[in-house]
């Protein structure tokens, strides 16, 4: 269920390399993404902007992303 901005936003879960990150995706797959102190932070930050949250890795990478950066591939430099 995408928000009236049309941006979602997935927690990403720490790893050994980076922090635990929150990425932002635009209706038509653009993101961005930041670092973010935890997962509650996530939420908090996401409910307070009325935008959906999900765990990346209950749901994964949304579809439109990986069309983004698959156009952005083929783009000429």
Request: proline share 6%; net charge positive; no cysteine.
């Amino acid at each position: 269920m995408r928000s009236r901005t049309g941006v979602e936003a997935f927690i990403e879960p720490r790893t050994t390399v980076t922090e635990t990150t929150v990425l932002l995706v635009a209706h038509d797959g653009e993101w961005t993404r930041r670092r973010i102190e935890s997962p509650e932070v996530a939420r908090r930050f996401a409910h307070k902007l009325s935008l959906p949250i999900y765990d990346v890795r209950l749901l994964g990478y949304p579809q439109r992303m990986r069309d983004f950066n698959e156009r952005r591939k083929r783009r000429p430099a």
